[in-house]
């Protein structure tokens, strides 16, 4: 078992490498060679793309659970899935909608799980309505279908559920509205057709969520992997822990280093 997690992660963290190409090395070494800075020109672009690549973690998270949910026969991922340049429309009517439904959850003690149902319903009767679009460029997680249920799932990734006040409300509006963009470009013959989930890798719950119910549309670390995949959560969390300083994800970081090198000569 521990094969496969190697070969996902490793694969993972090769996608993420991926983004180290020569030309961007190139580029890091124009800029840091014009620069007068004690720190050899070299460690200076490796310190950029490690800076990158550490902002870019919830990216390997992303990658990864694609990889998870491709693994497993019942699901196929769907073209959305990674993309960071999908074009999608809103009607302004459901804009509307979902900024009053977000003011709302932040002044009354709503029945999250009815609430929440009763907008995703208005938001396909309202895409069945000709009204006024609004055009987006939006990127998606990971949309993945069951083929047994015909089902299709949205995820929207991410590691911890460790966001400040503005940026958590920010996190919530977008949800909801990529999960009205999908519903009318999927084009979809009912609101449940498509499940809006709000992953957190981590089981870390910080507070409650006022805007999406907790039991039917949030799922967190091990309760996703139970629910949905053959993977035990436990045991490749374990795994995670200690593959950082393998030998062969050492052995990766090392080859991106004398790129670096031979570039820098």
């Known amino acids: 078992m521990h094969n496969d997690y190697q070969a996902l992660i490793y694969a993972s963290v090769q996608e993420i490498l991926k983004n180290c190409l020569d030309s961007k090395i190139t580029q890091l070494m124009q800029i840091h060679s014009q620069k007068l800075h004690f720190i050899p020109t070299k460690y200076r672009i ?3 793309l490690l800076q ?6 919830g990216n390997f998270i992303e990658v990864l ?8 026969a019942r699901y196929e991922i769907l073209g959305f899935s990674g993309q960071r340049k999908n074009t999608f429309a809103l009607t302004q009517t459901n804009e509307t909608l979902i900024d009053h439904y977000i003011t709302v ?3 009354k003690n709503l029945d999250l799980e009815s609430a929440f149902k009763q907008l995703c319903t208005q938001i396909f009767i309202n895409n069945q309505r000709e009204d006024n679009l609004i055009r987006f460029t939006h990127d998606i997680d990971l949309l993945f279908k069951d083929k047994e249920s015909q089902k299709i799932y949205y995820l929207e990734i991410k590691y911890n559920d460790d966001h400040d006040t ?3 409300v920010d996190i919530n ?3 909801i509205k990529t999960y009205a963009y999908l519903l009318r470009a999927l084009s979809v013959t009912t609101p449940d057709a498509l499940v809006p989930i709000l992953f957190y ?3 870390k719950k910080m507070k409650g969520n006022i805007y999406i119910p907790e039991h039917s549309h949030i799922y967190r670390g091990q309760r996703f992997f139970d629910a949905f995949l053959n993977t035990s959560y436990t045991d490749l969390e374990t795994y995670l822990a200690s593959f950082c300083n393998s030998d ?3 052995k990766a970081f090392d080859a991106l280093y004398s790129r670096i090198r031979s570039s820098s000569h």
Not at 67 to 72: C, D, F, H, S, Y
Request: hydrophobic share 40%; with cysteine; proline share 0%.
């Open 166 to 168: 503005g940026k958590f």
């Open 105 to 107: 959850c932040q002044i």
């Open 46 to 48: 490796l310190g950029g």
């Open 52 to 57: 990158s690549m550490n902002i870019q973690f």
């Open 248 to 250: 062969e994800n050492i």
């Open 173 to 175: 509006r977008k949800f």
């Open 201 to 203: 890798f981590t089981n």
């Open 65 to 72: 659970m694609k990889n998870l949910i491709a693994k497993e």
